[in-house]
């Protein structure tokens, strides 16, 4: 079977998961600028689109978002070839607008629930906690020298 | 839908997605998005 690398189910974005639980093909279109580290690197910025196409093999079930479900093929664009399939296939720039306006939501989620499930923001409050607490030890320290 | 694209409007155009391209990465860089999906779209059979 052949498996080709994708992002990590964390980084799925709503619509695509909901196309994965639906069985269906897709096409997703990224921005992308020089890569995601740890899964891709990009020679510069660019545009990013991958077709996943849908298999069915003949193994036990899996959750949806399982890779062996998926042969996915990526392809990178430069800025000039970006806006030649966009003219071509009429994608207006109103509806790329749109898009990175959604896309950024889904970005922001996203981080958001990884900060969460890694206990950032745990990490965040209790470094704070510290901070506070050492700020208050040397007002102490200030207001005795005085 | 425009069907009747003339060479003048076709240009127009790229020129407005090329715009719009080079803002959005400005603010990908300027935010720190390294990656921000603009479509999904169902491939039929």
Do not use: H
Request: glycine share 4%; charged share 25%; hydrophobic share 35%.
């Amino acid at each position: 079977m052949n498996v080709t690398p994708y992002y990590p189910s964390e980084l799925f974005v709503s619509d695509e998961i909901s196309l994965m639980k639906d069985k269906k093909s897709y096409q997703i279109a990224s921005l992308v600028l020089g890569g995601v580290p740890g899964v891709v690197n990009y020679p510069s910025f660019g545009f990013e689109c991958i077709n996943r196409i849908r298999l069915f093999p003949l193994l036990p079930n899996m959750d949806d978002t399982s890779p062996l479900y998926y042969a996915s093929t990526p392809s990178f664009y430069s800025l000039d070839d970006a806006v030649n399939i966009m003219v071509d296939s009429y994608f207006s720039s109103s509806e790329l607008k749109a898009g990175f306006v959604k896309g950024v939501k889904e970005y922001n989620r996203i981080t958001s629930e990884l900060f969460s499930k890694n206990c950032v923001y745990d990490s965040l409050k209790k470094l704070e906690e510290k901070n506070t607490y050492s700020d208050k030890i040397f007002d102490d320290l200030i207001l005795r020298t005085k | 839908m425009v069907f009747w694209k003339t060479k003048n409007d076709s240009f127009n155009i790229k020129e407005e997605i090329k715009i719009t391209l080079s803002e959005l990465f400005e603010e990908m860089n300027s935010k720190g998005y390294n990656r921000i999906s603009v479509n999904i779209a169902e491939i039929s059979k």
